[in-house]
């Protein structure tokens, strides 16, 4: 499985390499107020404005609270953002050693000898408050 | 090889052209009811024409049955045309019935699909009602009204014009601001590496320009008259009174007002609405107006106007109008606590019905809060006027586009905010204390208590607390004052939707991409106030229609004065608030307090309760001009010593005369302002601050 690998605070994370457009190093993101908790903010890449998913905090961990790199991903209608604290890297991954428990994943990979998990991005977009089918922010009386 | 009419390339072009003629021959038939006497001949010889052409047009291609239609449609109106009968109601029905099966059998018959138009059904009606008789005089048919302007109703001429879809506009509009992005990269770019200033390089220079032309261009090419949904509504109200035996004189000015074209569809289905509550609620029976002493015609009236960034729709019928004590009842208003205007704005509130009964028209008390909910899914506000036995007139107001918004820029816990101007009551110094009211601040403006919160906190109730000035903003129902860090000026502000992975948020229009690369935040007014609202409780009352808000504020919009310690007090009198806060800030950075007010009535009541040393005051203002505050204040018994500069874009020396002429002592044009001259006049007068 051909993966882009994401270092992340505590640990890493591999994204399918199909759904992944580009990556952008430092990216100034900013906050948006009432967003589901996973969104750390959003991008301006190039005119076009995406939301940053912040990758630990979508995975149930603590908030990474920056993006030292953010990897651009199509999550099917919009692109969006994904969070990495390293440089994320093409990395081929083998066939997968087990299933994986954490909700948005798809199962944990063998790479140089530690286990890697992938996302499941619509999954992990779903569990995160996300996609088209997210339960509306604020009020709710309009 | 030989060509056929009845190739589908050339179907396809008479179901193109056809489209135009047929919008041209519902205007005309709505038109011949509302022209009395005006220019019917006009209309009828129109009419037959675009009968005939279609006829015509639909031989040539092979499309019998449109061709049939036709053919019924030019004989019944070729003995109108000939002066042998009138455009009875009867006729016009028949006519307009076989024009919306024109619209519907052309495009079918042009695709080879189905239809379920019953063509020789149709012919027949219309042949029956051909008139045997003599010509009905045009009294009996419609009373005359004033005609519209020449052309002023009518689908503008096809010719010269192609069928663009609307996505392909978008796309086009995105990539100009795209383009302009780039521009501004580049020029960085040049800065940066060439250490180049852009503005000298002449290439530079022409691609700025002819970047701002193509963005003006494309933003134009998106835009659309009112005109084009007038027939809908027209024929919405001219179809109901025939139904329920009413007779309308419908009129219509503004229309050629243009509105992005997104915004104007989205306003259709609340329009109708309206325009058929007008008939079925608010006009009475003929028999009732005459006894009433009213014509036996009623009237609706739409008037389009453009207001700055908006464009004002008001829909008025001279009906029985609203009652408000009904409305009280229904709503469970106890008496003495609302104004008749608020208990009337409430007639909004989802399932609110004072019909005495429910019709396949309304009653259920349903609609008027679906109209007001798809207004202000296009960022628009509504309100409404009434006068028992008199009128109704609802009054809405929307953006032009919403894709560029002028904007007030803002900046809250370091982040920077745009809000669209025209939700922008008054802006309030950073002085401004709060009060509490019910353990909750408020603010006074004017003479109304306005709710207050932190923008921080409106946004994220965990967020550090702003101490700049403070922003009053009018959503759809509330106004809500809203304290910031910093106001940061205003400007035109290019509007993108959040992406669609976002869950829907309220507070938010969208956001701007920056061609820095950073990004702004648009804050939906209506949403944002709502949110505040929530987080502060519900226990407010209304506080007056939102409509009130588009006017300015009729009284000052500092009500609270800071104390008197010694530093001279500077009242600026200026309706843009973008110059009412620059020289505000100049000011008090000089070290004088400041007043202000938005018009020379707002500025008289301030400098009669406030100690005031100096007016500085703009000239061209609503209500009351700067030159006839100066006059007022010269001849005040209390105010007569107070110090007047005059600041003005009117530049000429007769200018300058009728200023001092009406006594002021200073006159500063605005195309010599500058913080300086500014300071250095208010110096020559009240001397420096201590």
Same mark, same amino acid.
């Given at each position: 499985v051909r993966a882009i690998l994401l270092p992340l605070p505590d640990g890493e994370v591999a994204l399918p390499v199909e759904v992944v457009r580009e990556v952008a190093a430092a990216p100034p993101v900013t906050a948006l107020p009432g967003a589901p908790r996973a969104v750390l903010g959003v991008l301006n890449l190039r005119g076009e404005v995406l939301p940053v998913l912040d990758t630990t905090a979508a995975l149930g961990g603590e908030s990474g609270g920056s993006a030292a790199y953010a990897v651009v991903a199509s999550g099917g209608t919009d692109l969006i953002a994904l969070t990495a604290s390293g440089m994320p890297a093409i990395v081929d991954l083998g066939e997968p050693k087990q299933p994986s428990e954490t909700p948005g994943t798809a199962g944990s990979h063998l790479f140089q000898g530690r286990l890697v998990t992938v996302i499941d991005l619509p999954e992990l977009l779903t569990h995160a408050g996300l996609g088209s089918d997210a339960p509306p922010v604020g009020t709710g009386t309009r | 090889m030989t060509v056929s009419g009845s190739e589908p390339r050339f179907r396809e072009l008479f179901a193109e052209q056809a489209g135009p003629e047929l919008d041209r021959m519902a205007s005309d038939l709505l038109a011949l009811e509302n022209a009395g006497g005006n220019g019917i001949a006009e209309r009828i010889d129109s009419l037959f024409r675009d009968a005939h052409n279609l006829k015509g047009g639909a031989a040539m291609v092979g499309l019998a049955e449109v061709r049939a239609l036709a053919h019924a449609m030019e $004989?019944?109106?070729?003995? #109108?045309?000939?002066?042998? *009968? *009138?455009? =009875? %109601?009867?006729? +016009? $029905?028949?006519?307009?019935?076989?024009? $919306?099966?024109?619209?519907?059998?052309?495009? !079918?018959?042009?695709? @080879?699909?189905?239809?379920? +138009? &019953? +063509?020789?059904?149709?012919?027949?009606?219309?042949?029956?009602?051909?008139?045997?008789? %003599?010509?009905?005089? %045009?009294?009996?048919?419609?009373? %005359?009204?004033a005609p519209e302007p020449a052309g002023a109703d009518r689908t503008p001429d096809p010719t010269g014009s192609v069928q663009v879809p609307l996505q392909h506009l978008n796309e086009l509009v995105r990539l100009v601001g795209e383009g302009a992005g780039a521009q501004v990269r580049l020029g960085q770019r040049l800065a940066e590496q060439l250490h180049l200033d852009p503005s000298g390089v002449a290439e530079f220079r022409e691609l700025s320009k002819v970047l701002g032309d193509l963005q003006r261009r494309a933003t134009r090419s998106?835009?659309?008259p009112v005109a084009a949904v007038v027939e809908v509504l027209q024929r919405a109200a001219r179809d109901l009174a025939r139904r329920q035996g009413k007779q309308v004189r419908w009129t219509a000015t503004g229309t050629g007002t243009e509105l992005d074209r997104s915004v104007l569809e989205k306003l259709v289905d609340p329009l109708r609405h309206l325009v058929r509550n007008a008939v079925d609620h608010g006009l009475e029976p003929p028999a009732e107006r005459v006894a009433a002493g009213k014509p036996a015609q009623g009237e609706i009236r739409m008037q389009v106007r453009q207001a700055g960034p908006d464009v004002i729709i008001t829909i008025r &019928?001279?009906?029985?109008?609203?009652?408000?004590?009904? /409305?009280?009842? !229904?709503? @469970?208003?106890?008496?003495?606590?609302?104004? &008749?205007?608020? /208990?009337?704005?409430?007639?909004?509130?989802?399932? #609110?019905?004072? !019909?005495?009964? +429910?019709? &396949?028209?309304? @009653?259920?008390?349903?609609?008027?809060?679906?109209?007001? =909910?798809?207004?202000? *899914?296009v960022r628009g506000r509504i309100g409404v006027s009434s006068r028992l036995g008199a009128f109704t007139e609802f009054t809405i107001s929307v953006p032009i586009t919403l894709t560029v918004q002028r904007c007030l820029l803002v900046s809250s816990t370091g982040q920077r905010y745009a809000i669209p101007l025209h939700t922008v009551v008054t802006v309030l110094p950073s002085t401004q204390s709060e009060m509490m009211s019910e353990g909750r601040p408020t603010v006074w403006v004017g003479d109304r208590a306005v709710p207050a919160s932190g923008l921080a906190e409106a946004l994220d109730p965990a967020a550090p607390v702003d101490s700049g000035p403070v922003v009053v903003l009018a959503g759809v129902a509330w106004q809500h004052a809203f304290r910031v860090e910093e106001l940061l000026g205003q400007r035109d502000v290019v509007v993108r939707g959040l992406s669609q992975l976002l869950p829907r948020m309220d507070c938010y229009i969208g956001v701007s991409a920056e061609a820095d690369g950073s990004v702004v935040l648009v804050l939906d007014t209506s949403g944002l106030i709502e949110q505040a609202r929530d987080r502060r409780g519900r226990a407010w009352s209304p506080l007056g229609p939102a409509v009130t808000a588009v006017a300015p504020p009729a009284s000052p919009d500092r009500a609270?004065?800071?104390?008197?310690?010694?530093? *001279? =007090?500077?009242?600026?009198?200026?309706? !843009? #608030? =973008?110059?009412?806060e620059l020289q505000r800030a100049i000011l008090e950075r000089a070290g004088y307090r400041v007043l202000t007010a938005t018009d020379g009535l707002a500025a008289l009541a301030v400098a009669e309760s406030h100690p005031v040393d100096l007016v500085l005051t703009d000239v061209s203002m609503p209500r009351m001009d700067g030159l006839e505050l100066t006059r007022t204040l010269r001849s005040h018994p209390d105010l007569s010593g107070v110090g007047i500069i005059v600041v003005t874009s009117l530049a000429s020396d007769e200018d300058r005369r009728r200023g001092r002429d009406a006594g002021a002592d200073g006159y500063i044009t605005k195309d010599q302002f500058d913080e300086q001259v500014l300071v250095d006049a208010v110096h020559r007068i009240l001397g420096e601050p201590r």
């Open positions: - | $004989d019944l109106l070729e003995p #109108l045309r000939a002066g042998a *009968a *009138a455009p =009875t %109601p009867e006729i +016009v $029905d028949q006519l307009l019935a076989a024009v $919306d099966a024109m619209r519907e059998l052309v495009p !079918a018959t042009a695709r @080879g699909e189905p239809y379920e +138009v &019953d +063509v020789a059904s149709m012919e027949v009606a219309l042949r029956a009602a051909i008139p045997s008789g %003599p010509p009905v005089p %045009p009294e009996q048919t419609v009373p %005359p009204v998106r835009m659309v &019928d001279d009906g029985r109008g609203v009652d408000v004590q009904r /409305v009280r009842a !229904a709503a @469970g208003v106890e008496p003495g606590t609302s104004t &008749d205007e608020e /208990v009337l704005q409430l007639i909004f509130r989802t399932g #609110l019905s004072t !019909a005495k009964e +429910v019709t &396949d028209i309304s @009653g259920r008390g349903v609609g008027l809060d679906v109209v007001r =909910t798809n207004i202000r *899914a609270a004065p800071h104390g008197h310690d010694g530093a *001279a =007090t500077v009242l600026v009198v200026e309706d !843009a #608030l =973008t110059v009412r």
